[in-house]
Nanobody, 125 residues
Framework: QVRLVESGGGLVQAGDSLRLSCAVS????????MGWFRQAPGKEREVVAA????????RYADSVKSRFLISASNDKNTAYLQMNSLKPEDTAVYYC??????????????????WGRGTQVTVPS
């Protein structure tokens, strides 16, 4: 069974950095994009960043622009999220997602077919 497996979360202080990884495990999947979403307690899941294989175009939530960087391995089986200058408001469970997503729909979680189980990122205030 194909799965997305996240790693790299943890408890860090404000201003610190973390690097999340997401690996495709158990087979191959057809995707046009990989993305990172997050969900904080009591809030809706939101897109953080996405990378589209075509042109390696990237998109970021306004709240993380200039602080986070999404990248991927050449074989498109692993995606990374480098998170710098972390803030308490970045505290959330971070999910990796992948699928064949229509142009302009990168922020729509329903467009993504494959999901990881999530990894917790905690930045105390």
């Amino acid at each position: 069974q194909v799965r997305l497996v996240e790693s790299g979360g943890g408890l860090v202080q404000a201003g610190d950095s973390l690097r999340l990884s997401c690996a495709v495990s158990g087979g191959t999947i057809i995707t046009s994009i990989m993305g990172w979403f997050r969900q904080a307690p009591g809030k809706e899941r939101e897109v953080v960043a996405a990378i589209r294989w075509s042109g390696l175009n990237t998109r970021y939530a306004d709240s993380v622009k200039s602080r986070f960087l999404i990248s991927a391995s050449n074989d498109k089986n692993t995606a990374y999220l480098q998170m710098n200058s972390l803030k308490p408001e970045d505290t959330a469970v971070y999910y990796c997602a992948a699928g064949v997503v229509r142009d302009g729909m990168e922020s729509n979680s329903h467009e993504y077919r494959h999901w990881g189980r999530g990894t917790q990122v905690t930045v105390p205030s």
